[in-house]
């Protein structure tokens, strides 16, 4: 017999499953910053995210198609002093629009 306690993980993988599946469709800061952290093994301190344009969104004005969409681009940087090692320091994330 399964005691009340085992079903609690059914209900937290559940909870933390869907907040990275609403992070990652929503395009979320702290998502963005936790992927691009883990991706160049820097902090999430060290991870600097662009705020991301609205005007290709279908509810700007003037409202409907505007045929365009915004993609993401990671820029990772090395330290500049001589001699450092070659770890990444700084990640900045922007936004690149893409015609459709």
């Avoid at 993980?9 to 929503?26: H, L, M, R």
């Avoid at 800061?29 to 093994?41: E, I, Q, R, S, V």
């Amino acid at each position: 017999m399964a005691s009340k306690v085992d079903g609690w993980w059914v209900y937290i993988t559940i909870a933390v499953v869907g907040a990275f599946v609403i992070g990652w469709w929503t395009d979320a800061d702290w998502f963005l910053k936790w992927l691009y952290a883990g991706k160049f093994n820097v902090t999430m301190e060290q991870v600097t995210v662009a705020k991301k344009p609205h005007d290709c969104d279908f509810m700007q004005a003037p409202m409907g198609s505007k045929n365009c969409h915004y993609i993401q681009r990671a820029s990772p940087f090395y330290p500049s002093e001589p001699g450092s090692p070659l770890k990444y320091n700084h990640v900045d994330v922007d936004w690149d629009r893409v015609q459709d």
